[in-house]
């Protein structure tokens, strides 16, 4: 028998006892890798889930018909029921003006309404605006398609020249392509504090 019979010879013993150590040493790994993997659920928030129809962390986006940018967000939202409004907990909005200005929104809970371009806050909502307006109120109802909203009850507030008590507000344009306008009325009552003013 030559060498090359001999070498040949050997790879026949060799190598299948070669590839019978690599495929044990496979299986020794396999069983060292941690298959109890928790989910950051319990089995209650599953079912919760799956009875309500929970969604975490839903978010709009949309753009109004002049070009300006709508964001909406909550930390949950349920799809509701036959004969109950889906509703979001922890409500945010933002609305990005043409002019650089920015309105955000917040509120304990809310509903949006893509088909009807509706948005509604609801309970603590608070209203601050870029310019220094800081508003709070029960309930604001909101468009998606152009930048509005209004109060139907009384609305506290804080600006540049003071403190206001209001039994309404409502917010947009005078005029189609015009800025947006907060206005205020139903026995607007003004605390007005010149030091404010004066920054």
Known sequence: MDGHSRRVQFFKVVL???????????????????????????????DERL?????????????????????????????GTEGEAPTAAEFRGRFGLLNGGVITLDSNSGMIRPDKNTATFVGDVVITTTDGIVVTTDLLNTALDEIQGDTPGQVDGTGIIGDFTAGRMTFGTEK??????????????????PQKAER
């Open 16 to 46: 299948p006892l070669v590839a019978i150590a690599m495929l044990s040493t496979v299986f020794l790994l396999s069983r060292s890798i941690e298959t109890n993997v928790s989910v950051p659920f319990n089995q209650q928030d599953i």
């Open 51 to 79: 009875a309500d129809q929970v969604v975490t962390q839903p978010n709009y986006q949309g753009t109004t018909r002049k070009g300006e940018d709508v964001q909406i967000e909550a930390s949950r939202a349920t799809q």
């Open 176 to 193: 189609k392509d015009g800025p947006v306008h907060i206005i205020f009325t139903d026995g607007v009552k003004l605390v007005y504090e």
